[in-house]
């Protein structure tokens, strides 16, 4: 994500690396620097321009009182001020009405029917009851995309293929939703390839009969400016509550991000960072703002991991653990848990340090291929039983799996290692013994 933004502002910094003091004149050429990484990766000019100004005035005021390296002080004013360029705080969703009524909009390809699976499957997991209403009367496919996504999350999905009137069928599905008492509502609704006015009468239309909480305009952040402009024709239309950001894992020069706030001032509620449904983030400012400066975003990694590991599973996790009860099918679903979070060079890039370095580094999608296959070729009883796998089943195992004898060992030594460590920790005794030793 924003690679080519970070290196160049990594670059910037570097005029500042190992000067004592922050001067008029190498402040002057650092933002020249960081206005030219901002102009590439397509911020909107005014808003670099206003944008290198206040960092720079920041660095001038704050150098007397402080006793940070310029480069260190400059990160800092950089990531406060990025995080302000963004929105400052992060601003949820409101869903304080029952029903609460979501009403999605946004052109052809950006991403809408995909985010209205996600928000709902988001929401679901929050413990709301959503239902999601199938709006777009034109695109018989974008109304089985939704049921299929519907399906896939166990959210309901309201469908009327026989009506070609948008307002009803969003009127329909709030009197549906009602009745089957949900409390989110979200409704998609038909797009189109530019801007156009039917497009805007329709949706203006569905925001008067259904008056939404909530008007969430979707935009592919591949499209630097042209998703600047397009948000602003939706919101002079509109009056939207807030942008969704999507196919931010994608070759994103980060334009968008920057500089939609500035331009529309609405905040960015969420980001799409794939195509599954899992691929969705609430939008921190602070955190995309580190993240740009290459210092990773370990909270937002956290949450992930947190919103896919069930704390009762951990529970039944710990106690096979300390019983040495770990076996490789706990490790397959773990390897399956870990997949759900997302791409791993995504999850990669939001360690600190970690991004960066991955970067030329070409991480397989599917890193665990290999580990899986060795798993599936195991038999039930082997798969529960880590130790009775001697040579033979070795063999075997490295056969079905398309592996050399080598690749199953490894696996296996290397599982017997975790199993070790794992148990060490699981015993608070054993585990202050061993950070003892450690140098
Ligand atoms: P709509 O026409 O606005 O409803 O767009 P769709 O929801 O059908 O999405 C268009 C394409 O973009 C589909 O192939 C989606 O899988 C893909 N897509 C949507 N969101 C994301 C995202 O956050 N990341 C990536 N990589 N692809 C996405």
Redesign the pocket.
Known sequence: MFENLQDKLDRAFKVLKGQGSITEINVAETMKEIRKALLDADVNYKTAKSFTDEVKEKALGANVLTAVSPGQLLTKIMNDELAALMGGEVTELDLKTNPTIILIA??????????TGKLANFLKNKGKKPLLVAGDVYRPA?VD?LQILGEQIGVPVYANTASKDPVGIALEGIAEGKKQQNNVIII?TA?RLAIDEQMMDEIAAVKESTKPHEILF?VDAMTGQDAVNTAKAFNDRLDFTGVVL?????DTRGGAALSIKSVVNKPIKFI????KME?LDVFYPERMASRILGMGDVVSLVERAQQQFDEKEAAELQKKIRKNKFDFNDFYNQIQQIKKMGNMKDLMGMIPGVGKMMKNVDIEDDAFKNVEAIIQSMTKYERENPDSIQQSRRLRIAKGSGNKIEEVTKLIKQFEDMRKVMKQFSNPAAAARMMKNMP
Request: charged share 20%.
């Open positions: 946004g052109l052809n390809g950006a991403g809408k029917t995909t985010f974008a995309q998609d797009g979707v999507t196919k931010l894992d994608g799409g960072t794939g195509e691929a």
